[in-house]
């Protein structure tokens, strides 16, 4: 996605339109920068990015509090000429009247929120890198497992769905079903969400969609979640071979981002959703620095040379 409606950060901060005249329908950001404009509002416009939202807080506040009324309608007036995508009040300063007439003058949204600026910069930041990200789609499930991001893969009908089912009733949570959409963050970090049209939404065969958070409660989803690994479920044949001991390693790339990915095997009676389960904690083992396979491989180390002193 290359640019977010205003209003939909509006409706995500539950931030104050104190503009409700403007229509905002054709008002986008496109820069997942914020910038608080204390240079601006003293004159200093060089360098200055009209495509980031301007966020006034304390410090802005407070230096213009020591300046004459007339030097400060000049100052905002200079701002709201560049076509910025908005201003933002934070503490819940009160902007004065003639402000906002100047602001409908120069068709310039002006919101405001009770949150201090940190706080709204941390959450804002956040919200313009996960909606402005490189963004694809793939067929799956995504579910929080023991606070890793585990995307089911798989043809349909191996049960990708039914295990996500099984893994909210042992507590776990789902964060999107049948379709999920990875943004890439970082060279390290992918998150992944539903479609806004899928969220909470799943679909069983034989019974059809069911809301899992009308049906097992909000601790039972989750809006979005970094991927940390990838089970890919394949239907078990007698000719082929798995790697049963988990010596190889295996990986899958999306947006250039590499995952570490297991292939497990699915026939009928087995317990997909257990072991993913299982797979999840001895993953977070590894990243902890302890790794079975490698015990295993002391343990034998040692019985060899226990049986060769003899």
């Not at 940190?118 to 793939?138: D, F, G, N, Q, T």
């Not at 996500?164 to 964060?175: D, I, N, Q, S, T």
């Not at 993913?276 to 990243?287: C, D, I, L, M």
Request: hydrophobic share 40%; aromatic share 8%.
């Amino acid at each position: 996605m290359d640019r977010i409606a205003l209003q939909e950060i509006i409706d995500a901060m539950q931030l104050e339109n104190l503009t409700p005249e403007l229509a905002l329908d054709d008002v986008y950001v496109d820069s997942t920068e914020v910038n608080r404009p204390a240079l601006q509002l003293a004159g200093y416009y060089d360098y200055f990015d009209e495509h980031r939202i301007q966020v006034i807080g304390k410090v802005e506040f407070s230096y213009l509090e020591t300046l004459p009324e007339e030097t400060v309608i000049q100052a905002y007036e200079r701002l709201f000429r560049h076509h910025i995508p908005c201003v933002i009040f934070t503490r819940g300063y009160e902007v004065p009247p003639e402000i906002v007439t100047l602001a409908l003058k120069y068709q310039m949204p002006l919101l405001s929120t009770e949150m201090n600026t940190s706080k709204l910069l941390a959450r804002l930041m956040r919200l313009l890198e996960v909606r402005l990200a490189p963004m694809i789609a793939i067929h799956g499930v995504l579910v929080d497992v023991y606070g890793e991001g585990v995307l089911i893969l798989g043809e349909s009908g191996l049960g990708k769905s039914e295990a996500a089912l099984e893994l909210v009733k042992r507590g776990h949570r789902m964060v999107a079903d049948d379709a999920v959409e990875l943004r890439r963050l970082s060279e390290t970090e992918l998150v992944g969400s539903a479609p806004e049209m899928t969220k909470n939404l799943m679909e069983l065969r034989g019974i059809g969609v069911v809301d899992v958070k009308a049906l097992y409660g909000v601790q039972s989803v989750k809006d979005e979640m970094a991927v940390s690994m990838v089970i890919r479920l394949k239907y078990m044949q007698r000719e082929e071979r798995f790697d049963r001991l988990g010596g190889s390693e295996e990986y899958v790339e999306y947006l250039g981002n590499r995952l570490p990915c297991f292939t497990v095997p699915v026939s009928p009676g087995r317990n997909v959703a257990v072991i993913v389960e299982t797979a999840a904690v001895n993953f977070r083992q590894k990243r902890m620095g302890y790794d079975a396979m490698e015990e295993l491989q002391r343990r034998l180390e040692k019985k060899m040379l226990e049986n060769n002193k003899w």
